[in-house]
């Protein structure tokens, strides 16, 4: 086991030292908000009593890639299937880049293959939490010294 920053790991996933799944990916871009551990430990006090919400991710295939629908996202349905039960798949003809070219409103998360992730919000965030710094594994940018 080693340490490593949340910029540090997202480095070593993009040149597959490591692996991890498409929700700690977008966790660890969130992380990439902060600067210091003094500052995340404020930050989550500050919130702490906010609240939070359910999410499911909604996988829609393309014909390139898939793309993870969270909530907010202008694709994300309005009733998602939190159980499995009824066993709704989501698909398109189209790539990847047109959807991203068509849309407007992002919550999601695009996978390409299992190590080129992309995550791309711009909602706002409920209950004051911080969105993702929006990070491609194929050309990470991102400051965070955690």
């Given at each position: 086991l080693q340490w490593s920053s949340p910029p540090e790991a997202i480095q070593r996933f993009k040149s597959q030292e490591i692996w991890f799944a498409p929700p700690q990916f977008y966790e660890l871009c969130r992380l990439c908000n902060f600067s210091s551990l003094r500052e995340l430990h404020k930050f989550s006090s500050d919130r702490a009593l906010e609240g939070c919400e359910r999410w499911m991710p909604v996988m829609l295939t393309a014909s390139d890639g898939y793309v993870q629908l969270l909530p907010g996202d202008e694709l994300y349905p309005e009733d998602p299937d939190y159980t499995g039960e009824k066993k709704i798949i989501m698909s398109t003809d189209k790539k990847v880049e047109d959807l991203m070219k068509e849309g407007s409103v992002f919550h999601r998360i695009v996978i390409k293959n299992i190590n080129n992730l992309a995550v791309?919000?711009?909602?706002?965030?409920?209950?004051?939490?911080?969105?993702?710094?929006?990070?491609?594994?194929?050309?990470?940018?991102?400051s965070s010294r955690l």
């Open positions: 791309y919000v711009n909602i706002q965030a409920k209950y004051k939490h911080m969105n993702p710094v929006m990070i491609n594994s194929d050309c990470s940018d991102y």
